[in-house]
């Protein structure tokens, strides 16, 4: 059955939605209080602010450092080195504890930083140590890390993936089929500010539903902290995304937004559209009618 989720970075819980998630500690490093009926986000190795504290800490390439502002990379953030032991020592406990105070664990960010990362000396020294390739290398080292959070993880365990199918494993270490004995359910984050063409998203979630041996749910970007109403997907864009990816076979969709005011804005605006909402009707599908009668419910709900 179709699951809609909200996704903020207030806890705010929006109604409409089947479960809420907040960003307990987002890529800024800032650790929020997590809240006993919400599902907690972890941004795991991206983290500014301990980057700032730890400069050596930060993942190394070729192509230099996994910071803000190294272009080579789409970082907006400091990514630590995923094979730091004092730091991940301190994130196990972090999600342990988290785990405890909420409802389970949405985690992003739990891989290496880039292609090309991270070459730093003690990582240098564990991939020769290994006898491995390096790509073979990277995923050892990301799915083992997995594994010791699985055991620490009492409640669900959500991994986000990148909207990368393909190159994920030569960009982050990742393999699917590793994280999908882990993961109850995979989130695939398909933020974007608009969604003009909404056939690159379909493809992307018909690629993912071929390959994901778990269910997977796709989060849509609709309104972040700071940003303008021109700088947002408009609301046809974000009811057209959804549909054309829930006939792909997903399981769920998440909203992200700063928090409750810009999610009911949006809601407001989708019951508003009824003639776009009966025409993706047509877009065949029990998900598509699924999703789109979710939508129909936000009726009662928001005046
Ligand atoms: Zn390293």
Redo the contacts with the bound molecule.
Sequence with gaps: MMKFGSFTFQPQKPMGFDFHVFRVKPETGLRLKPMQDMHSNIAVFADTHTGKEHPDWI??SPLGLAKFGNNNFNLYWSVI????PEYREDQLKYIADVDRQSQGIWLNSQYFAEHGH???P??QKLYKKSGLSWLEWRRKEVTDYIAQIRDVVKKDLVLSIQPDPVSSLERYGVNFDDFAKYADVFNVVMFSKNYATPWYWEMLARGFKKILKKPFYISLYVYGPGDAPQDVPTTQELLTVTARCARSGADGFLYLTDGEKEIVDFQKEAIEKRELREKLRTYGGKEVQEALDKIAEWEKIVK
């Design positions: 993942s190394q080195c995923a094979t730091q991270c070459t730093c003690r990582c």
